[in-house]
Nanobody
Framework: QVQLVESGGGLVQPGGSLRLSCAASGIFFSRATMEWYRQAPGEERGLVARIIRGGFTTYGDSVKGRFTIYRDSSKNTVYLQMNSLKPEDTAVYYC??????WGQGTQVIVSS
C-alpha cells in the first residue's frame, strides 16, 4: 500500500532554514504529483507547493521565493527546502500524492 513518511521538522529561529523530506513507497513515484500542505492551529490545511511529472512546480503565494520543492526519484523522496522562515510558517506540514494519500505530518515551529 501507499506510505508517505515525512521528516525534518523542528524548531528554528526566524530567518532560518529547514529541509523537509517525504519518503514515498507503493506508488510510481517518478510520475506522481507530489504536494506539501500545511495546517496551523485553527486554520484550514492549505497548499504550500506542488511538483508534477516533468518537474513543473507551483507554490502558494506566501512562500514564493522562499521555499523550493524538488524530488529525487532515485530515493523516492520529495523535499521542501524552506528558507527565510517566518513565525507565520509555523504549522504541521503534510506530504500528499495529489490529495489522495497523506503522511502523518511533521511539525515546524518558527520562533525566537
Amino acid at each position: 500500500q501507499v506510505q508517505l513518511v515525512e521528516s525534518g521538522g523542528g524548531l528554528v529561529q526566524p530567518g532560518g532554514s529547514l529541509r523537509l523530506s517525504c519518503a514515498a513507497s507503493g506508488i510510481f513515484f517518478s510520475r506522481a504529483t507530489m504536494e506539501w500542505y500545511r495546517q496551523a492551529p485553527g486554520e484550514e490545511r492549505g497548499l504550500v507547493a506542488r511538483i508534477i511529472r516533468g518537474g513543473f512546480t507551483t507554490y502558494g503565494d506566501s512562500v514564493k521565493g522562499r521555499f523550493t520543492i524538488y524530488r529525487d526519484s532515485s530515493k523516492n523522496t520529495v523535499y521542501l527546502q524552506m528558507n527565510s522562515l517566518k513565525p507565520e510558517d509555523t504549522a504541521v506540514y503534510y506530504c500528499t500524492t495529489g490529495g489522495v494519500h497523506w503522511g502523518q505530518g511533521t511539525q515546524v515551529i518558527v520562533s525566537s
